[in-house]
């Protein structure tokens, strides 16, 4: 939908258009729409939402414009709107909100949500409690089909998900049934006979991102949550998995490029705060990456001697830390998704040593040549060729080793990334290239 | 299950313990276990897998494997497992398999189901049509409740999903009934009463990333495929999707750190091949970079007389290179997100270009604090900071305009990331560096 168009029709009061508009489109790209749109204009537009419809667009609004459209709601409209969502949005949005208006919220909702809610809003950020619904369809054991089929008529409409039931006995998850098995199966037959019993569950501490992986691996609509005693407490669904993925690959992808993480989105983000998620990790680096510099300072009588030295600085600082980056974000990607573990260590860093030779001999093959055409000097091309192999040997193994050793000590795997293995394969070039060419060319340090 | 125990298990002809262990498994984890034994206890360990887990486990695996064990399976078991089989999973195999096994296979399944094989294998790669399945439920706008639960129950067994029903006139896609409407309402509702008519559909050539893009933003189950004619031909489950997602982002972190994309796994990778994929990128790199070497060796005369220019040439390199990757990240991953679009390309310029003035500004004290103790010379101090501002503002500017202008081209904005423009921003923070050192120091070049 052209925004355009839609202002256009509001502020020409096409009230019936406008509704008719916003009957034929989907809840998401209303919330989108909706975004763009000025405070006073977005009551009014909100107000034209079909009714059915206004609870999941709300939802998927951004926590700005719920905060506002919560402080104008009448008491009724906000009622009404709470009635319609799901348990785990509204938590969502209550993470979110000013104090003044999560009381006023807590307020309109029945006393049991309330109850709900208190509970869902105390678990650890990005645990599965956090994230989970309570609301989940639960069964008996000596159910039948047909049993199963009219208590989800009954209850199922609002229940996020009712495509996984759960068979519990004493609230202890026993086994699971998919209402797949509920509409092909024969009527008389029990729940007992038909559920699956190799359960996949996490407990409500568990990180979100194990979460996330799981639904993935397994291809899950639901993973059920069990407290710490083993009783089934509520369900996390597969939309809430796919944000989290979604999340933590964002958050990935900053760190391997020394960003702090942020969950708001890069327009959202106001210049000074983009400059302090930036500047922690720069200041770091760049004071590492005078180590390198001391490191030139020690060896200025060999360059005095011989300037062109330094012209091959940046082509080997630049390789060692390409070479070190492929390596590190190739091992970060298969800790991810668990193809590569801690025991495997050795094995990665003979692979790693293996492909360094091969990458290696055939730059410095290649650079070897160009640098007899240029400078007709073998001895130059023979010793920039070992520092360049000896660099990118040295690189991968450091690129290669320190994510996994990252993540044994439980960091994230990912800051072990391009920025510091750039920073520390620049000293080890640098030393590596002035001891071999101090050496060949008999140079006095 | 512990590898070894399971391997002790079957080697002790322990038939009925490996049966049991392996009635109570996940069909995912069988898979990852059966790839770990060697092709004769694979063959022996997968005939003892529950009939009715065979063909999920065998979906599952790699296609070594799979083709291992299609060429010992006799005509019988390969029929019973094909038979048992989505249509989409038998596709994905047949496109791993060598020709001799994929012709065993074609002439294992009915002729309808080789029918509908050769039209999916005939899609091109990575689009919708190649990920997609041809079983789903399809009913008619008059059909009721009752009507499309009994259908279901009848034929909805052989489905890959049969959570979102397709209502189709003449072929064409009207309208779209989930299975939880089915369940909670009422029996005597017809289609054309409940359908949803809002439909987000693709074509068959959508790209298989643009599909799984739209599974995250909507939270669907399936999405509908139309061809050309808009005709319904298909649906692409959520499952497929995830797997997309995943792979997609592997490839995107593959090309950001300079490696060419690639399907297999870390290890499954042989070490040439892993040779290839790096050094590609790296020997352009390292060409690149030798213009970095140039310019240097163009100001030789300047560090012959102030030997200490060359030891703040790495700590300007990496805090550019540095700033550059923060700012390429962001834009590549907001990209990929679509919350950044070409239009906002001078929003962008005009942000990033305060953040590094704060950034510039902020970094350049800190090393100033620094100089001015170690070396007590204002002027380096000096020197080294505009040079630091000069760099962190270009790098920052270059790193966030190169991605959108890749896209807007249709390349990959992910190779817009840290190894080139690390290369391109070294050469200008050199430049830059020289150019005001010259100056400042009045030294002739």
Redo the contacts between chains.
Sequence with gaps: MNKEIFMNLLQAREYKAVRSILN???A?DIAALMEELEDKDLALAFRLIPKDKAAEVFANMNSPMQSYLVEIFTEKELKEMLDEMFLDDTVDLLEDLPANLVTRILESVSAEKRRQINILLNYPEDSAGSVMTTEYVDLRKTTTVAEA?RH??HT??HKET??TCYVLENRRLIGIVT??D???MDDTMTMEELME??I?SVTTHTDQEEVAKL?????L?AIPVLDTDGMMVGIVT??DA??V??EE??ED??L????TPNEK???ATS??D??KH??V???V???S??F???I??HY?DA??VM??L??????L???G???G??S???????LA?D??HFS?IF??MF?EF??SL??GI??AI??GI?LLIMYQNPAIAFVVGCSLIGTIILSKLIGCTLPILAQKVKLDPAIMA??LI??IV?ACS?IIYFKIATMVFHLAV
């Design positions: 034929v489109m989907n998401v089929l989800i008529k199922g409409i009712i495509y209402a797949k509920l509409l092909t019993t190799e996949i639904f993935s691996k397994y291809d609509l597969f939309d796919m944000d993925l979604e690959t964002t992808m900053a391997m490029s020394a960003i989105s890069y327009f210049v000074l983009h400059a930036r500047i990790w720069l200041l680096l760049m004071l990456a005078t390198t510099g001391m030139i300072t200025e360059f005095q300037p062109l330094v012209a091959f600085i940046p082509m600082m630049d390789t830390g390409n070479c980056s492929q590190s974000t190739l091992i970060i990607r298969g998704l193809e590569i495997d094995r990665v692979k293996r492909i091969v990458v055939g730059l290649a650079n160009r391009a920025p750039t920073t620049d640098v």
